[in-house]
């Protein structure tokens, strides 16, 4: 699906709902933040086998603020934590978006897709004395959006809930689209949770500057180009063969069981919750959250991988 | 005619929750808690790494992430015999502490108070239910600026908890042994500071915007009572040298209070979707079914001494004797907001105990065999995991986490769960637009993701060591 940003913002800007929007299209793309507001993309969330965390980690964007990104840059028409909505006129925004016509609007979906029992270990709601499955909806939804983004290591992968034995058959959001044949871009935000820094970026880059370069995994090279062992701040005790034998120890923590070398995301860089700290400086280590192997294919947590296991996933 | 209101999903809270209730003559009359997600986590956790638990439990719940990692330490620590130093119990309580105001603040403003107040004319404030909006066009103003406010002071309190657990939501820095953060002056600066900010939001916002509430919505003050029995599994703070009870731990049926018996504990799934055949009772695991007659929920029925309990900040605060006004909805936001002044003034006292230089973690072998437990008041209530460990796997985990108790459906005695309890006898005027039962179900905090748990059958709790 190719489209340019004018394109987009135009076809973003005709789905408006609810009173009191201008129908206004954004005249230049270089315009400032503000005149999007006019534009208001519409975003609908989905949450699927999820513990609510990237939505909560969303909420602590510093720039721009939660609230510009309510009232100035999207429309979120739909989100199982934030909507007012509830029950049947929840249910009935769906319904609308169904409705719509194609390309108009960007699906989140945060969580896992769980495919065991018939979907029903995710039940999304109550319609007609009938529930309806997450998978009742995905496909139809994914096929419509304009963009998926996948949001955290569940949706992106399976994360957690795919964990052995994978007791309701989750997989991560591309991989059930591809087992029906639905071809989206899908663009995979790992993490657990995901970065607010990762998600909204992600956003804003599709809304300005169209996609954003995606590596094999469809994970912004932005985000998730170089392994966190790369920047690492103590990179420098690795170069000394400096290694902690204990935790809370100075030192490379790789003995330990870091993951860090086997896991791409800038967070050695860009930290956690407004800079305060990250993983690896807190001397927890990083646990893999944001690799396609987390948790399985890095478990133990604190245990070493194999040297060879660091040479063969390079590319990971 | 009774009249079947169906409420699925019910938004605004952590995980996929349905609610269904007949009403007759404009009142509820019978009501069911869905729990409709599943991700079956004590079938993930089996086999792997004990210590893998500290972090795939966090995973749990994003809202309540630091009450599973801690309440996971507590029980591995209980399993191998280990005792971390004060100077890392102060710092796991620090971690708690941030996350539960956190939690609160979150709850009200984000979850709650959307059915009291009226949002601006766009989504995702639209579309809602029509209801009595009781507030002034002015006062829906100034709270959704609080509502705004409020979103600022959740990223502090994650802030404050990244300080000591390197980030937020989920922590990596509590571990078998203590925490791996060192305590150093400009760490307590940093905290104190953000706690401070957090102060003042609560006694010059939130306080008064739930009295406002409390005020102009009193007739919840007389409705979503419940059953109006108590758990609380309690909860010790560092101070100077020593223990000091925050909560104290205890249960309240019918009006009289109990010390806690962690034997009393039994589940049963008679609703719920999971099978009750004879070799999963031996090998202790029950298996979905979906197609089981007569359940209407992934949520299991936890009982103490056959009673079903409410738990969260209402009854710990009530166990504690730090509240006594009432149960009912508006006391359960009360409860939770005075809870927010306790919890600060605590973490004040507990930071000033901190021994900078002082250890914070202690090496230790970890055993290849063990079973034990943890226990601790997550925001929401009393938070339970136990772990059996053989060969140095793990081989069994659960947990009963406490929207479990709240929401759990009814037993095979018929009795209803506390949230379907506090359902009947609620006054619904529009059956298209049953926001009273709304405002009843919310004022439990529920969380569904932490609600859905897989657990040990009838009578095996009591084989645990407790702590």
Redesign the interface.
Known sequence: MKFTRREFLKLCGSTL?????SRVYLPEIASALESVAYGHPSVIWL?G?????????L????HP???EL??KII???????????????????LEKVKEDSIDKYILVVEGSI?TA??G???????KD?K?FTLIDVLGDLAYKSNVILAVGSCSAFG???K??????G?MGVKEFLEELGIEKTVINIPG??AHPDWIIGTLIHILFYGLPELDFLHRPKLFFDKTIHENCSRYYYFSERRFAS???EEGCLINLGCKGPYTRAD?SLRR???G????V?????C?G?CSPNF?DGL?????ALPQDFFLSQERV | MPVKI???????????L?IEVEVDDHKVISARC?G??????E??LK???P??A???TQ?????C?ASHGCASVMCLESAFGIVPPDNAKIIRNLILGADCLQSHI?HFY??AI?DYVL???????????KGDYRLSKSMNRTFMEHY?EA??I??IA??M???????????????I??V???PTVDKIT?YVWRLRQIREFIDSVYLPDVMTIAKIYEDYRSIGRGYGNFLAYGMENIVGDSKKTMFRSGVYIKGEYKSLDFSRIREEVTSS?YREKRDDLKSGEFQ?D?EKEGAYT?IKAPRYEGEALETGPLARMWINGDYSQGISVIDRHLARAMETKKIVDSLEEQIKSIKIGGP??K?FEIPSFGWGAGFLEAPRGALGHWIRVRDSKITHYEVISPSTWNLSPQDSKGRLGPVEKALIGTPVVDIDN?IEV?RVVRSFDPCL?CAVHLIKPNGELKKFRIV
């Open positions: 709902v609810g009173a009191g929007i949450q086998a999820s513990d609510g965390g990237c939505s909560l980690s909420l602590n964007t510093a603020k939660i609230s309510l009232f429309s979120l028409r739909y989100h199982p934590t934030l909507s007012t909505a509830q029950g049947n006129i929840f249910n009935l925004i769980q029992y018939g029903r270990c995710c039940i999304l709601g109550e004395n529930s994360g957690i809930p964990g052995e034995p994978n007791p309701t989750a657990c949770p204990s935790l809370g967070c956690w919750n407004k305060v700290n990250w993983c400086e807190s001397g927890g280590m646990i959250c948790p478990s133990p947590i604190y245990s | 169906v409420i699925d999903p019910l938004t605004r809270l952590e995980g996929h349905g869905k409709n997600m599943f991700r079956g986590f079938f993930i086999g792997r790494a210590q893998d500290l972090h795939i995973r749990i719940c994003g809202v992430s979150f984000h979850l959307l949002g601006p004319d766009i989504p995702p404030f639209l579309p809602r239910y705004l979103f600022k959740l990223a994650h802030e908890r990244a300080i000591w657990g390197g980030k937020s939501p989920h922590h990596v820095t509590v571990v042994g203590g791996t953060e060192k940093a979707w979905p979906v992934w914070v973690y090496k049953p709304a993701s």
